[in-house]
């Protein structure tokens, strides 16, 4: 039986193999969840997203309508309010600055199966609430018939809170 000792130029190659891997998979976008507008990528240890839009006609309109709102809402949110209003850092679509640009540098970062020019927004990250909190809204707002299932979701694992704000809508839920 032959056994293998490591040396220290051998651990020197393990770890430089190591790095590249991790500096790789660091690179690459993932997959975080989907929406109707398409997919939402981040990339290990970021704390920004990309969303992509999956078609160019209603993707792209949903996904310039989201990062116009979310620029209305952080212009005219209190200072005094402690809550997180994702900032956006970048648009890339149709008649957008800088859209080639984009995916000339990021392409090879999306998954094979998407790597088409479309769409993109880049924002901060919203931040998945802690379990307790998410059951507590479940319980209170959900239809007595889907508390289960959305309880016990794989889907509904990483579940952001987004508050939705509507104009002149009234809402009777609480006593």
Known sequence: METHVPTTSSQAEADKIATQLYSSIQYLFQVLGSGTFGKVYTKM?????WKKA????????????????????RE???TDVDVFVPGVLGFYGENAPHTTDFF??????????????????????????????????IETFCPENLVGNLKDSARSQ???????MAVGYQLDLLP
């Open 158 to 164: 990483s579940c952001i809170l987004r508050v939705l």
């Open 54 to 73: 999956r078609n160019v006609v209603n993707g792209s309109a949903n996904l310039l309508n989201d990062a116009q709102q979310l620029a209305r809402i």
């Open 76 to 78: 005219k949110m209190p």
């Open 104 to 137: 000339v540098k990021n392409a090879a970062r999306f998954p094979e199966d998407d790597r088409r020019i479309s769409t993109v927004v880049c924002m901060e990250r919203v931040m998945p609430i802690h379990k307790p909190l998410k059951n507590t809204i």
């Open 45 to 49: 240890g970021s704390d920004l997203v």
